[in-house]
């Protein structure tokens, strides 16, 4: 129902917000998981975890285990490693592991590499000093171990010092992803520490009709991710679930496969929001940083948002990107295509087949193509419009662009934190 006086909106963007006011007379909904206070203690959330894993898998079950490996994950993801860490790194020592034996690589996947500079964006500092640190790197073959082929075809590339190691663990988030399902359980490692060839094989999956936001027993991406992690023998896992202010709210240990089945129904029950149709504007952030550290990134509150709007309607995404699009490869691509259209931008990437980097080109296109989107980030505005985007240079800027092309009584969506949000639209069918 149109509101009868005008609404502030506030959306977060890098380490800010953007603001603008609707006018009244426009029907106005916001779409936002479910408020769900932090957990009192969460360190101790993280021992009773640890101490009553899920599976038939106990980390007592590893003691004689002379190494151990945990796959980390990297800058783009707000995963509380120093809540996290500490517990578990207790429990390994107290195994019989020295701490200079207890290795943790960052799962970048296919993201850039981190420099030993930028540890502290993701470690403590007691952390750093005391363990041995490794940076995945998925373009250098000599890092890597081939396992064989997964059932789907995927050939697998792992990490060679995770695979080195006696004990294989994997701490991470379990939340929404726009063609995974959901992320956690072995994918930190499966895909965050695998080669650039097993990445580009399995992404490739995201075209299939089951490969989509909130689905994973019949996801062929997600089995896939499944597959891998058995083979590499992820051993234990240790996931939490953030509300949306980024805080733990609980904790899962254990057996990686069975800790999903618990976790995955928890974090629908936050993270799903009906929708009963179709927006004419859906305006959207993917909640901040890290969420918006690029492009790369930002790119699947696109996604999500683009679930919930009409065919012709408009998106706007507010993403800070102070790293720009986060990914060399996607910008040459697009670049050297000097594509003039999203439509052409679809055709030239199903006719090459998939490759990851050129494969965001193709996410954004497919999302963007039939509809108005406009981007609010720290990128000029001519490089935004390279990447056949509308630069808008704040939110009320893009508010006021947008609202001219429709009347009043429209139905404007919400959307802030979109990363993190299941939109479920109502009789779709599904």
Known sequence: MPQSESTLLELPYGRTV????????YDVTFIAPCEVPPADDPLAVVEAALASPIGHVRLADFRGAESAAIAINDKTRPVPHAQLLPPLLRELEALGISHERITLVIATGTHPVMPPEEYSMILPPEIIARYPIVCHDALDDASLVALGTT?????????RHYMASDLRLVIGNVEPH???GFSGGVKSAAIGLAGKVTVNHNHALMTDDHARLGAYGKNPARQDVEEIGARIRVDFALNAVLNGQKQIVEAFAGDPVALMQ???PRVTEIFQVPVAAPFDLLITSPGGHPKDINLYQSQKALAHAALITRPGGGIILCAACPEGTGSTSYETWLHEGRFTSHEAVIEQFQSEGFRVGPHKAFQI???AVGRQVWLISEMPPAFVSSLLLQAA???QHALEAALADLPVGARIG???????TIPALLNSGD
């Open 18 to 25: 953007q603001r603008a006011v609707v006018p009244a007379g």
């Open 178 to 180: 726009q063609f995974m």
């Open 393 to 395: 240079p704040d939110l």
């Open 262 to 264: 618990v976790a995955m």
């Open 151 to 159: 059932k789907r075809g995927t050939p697998v590339f792992i990490n």
């Open 365 to 367: 296109s497919r999302d």
């Open 414 to 420: 919400v959307m802030p934190a979109a990363n993190a």
